[in-house]
């Protein structure tokens, strides 16, 4: 069973930034796939980035080139950083895992992962 609490969530104009950390608890190793996702009221979740095997990454469109994710495999934590905000990235964060090595293509997909946080709220005006 894996716990996943993030934070790091606030309000910030556009162009700013913020970082957000997923804690993970419970049974985690390095081969865990881990990514963030986000929603908006009356839409589907959607993927924003993951960290599989290896390290390897991968991004949405929407936040190439902005958004970094990164793990820190000691600490179990999860980070994503993100950079020149826009109003579009207004959304609930959530940080998710799955403890199996996926293939890449299926890093973005919210239904391989298995265990979910509750949410962190990004606004961005």
């Known amino acids: 069973q894996v716990q996943l609490v993030e934070s790091g969530g606030g309000s910030v104009q556009a162009g700013g930034s913020l970082r957000l950390s997923c804690a993970a608890s419970?049974?985690?190793?390095?081969?865990?796939?881990m990514g963030w996702f986000r929603q908006i009221p009356g839409k589907e979740r959607e993927a924003v980035a993951a960290v599989g095997v290896g390290g390897r990454t991968t991004y949405a469109d929407s936040v190439k080139d902005r958004f970094t994710i990164s793990r820190d495999s000691a600490r179990a934590t999860l980070y994503l950083q993100m950079n020149s905000l826009k109003p579009e990235d207004t959304a609930t964060y959530y940080c998710?895992?799955?403890?199996?090595?996926?293939?890449?293509?299926?890093?973005?997909?919210?239904?391989?992962?298995?265990?979910w946080g509750r949410g962190t709220q990004v606004t961005v005006s």
């Open positions: 998710a895992a799955v403890p199996t090595a996926l293939p890449h293509y299926f890093l973005l997909r919210r239904d391989k992962y298995e265990y």
């Open positions: 419970g049974y985690f190793d390095r081969d865990n796939c």
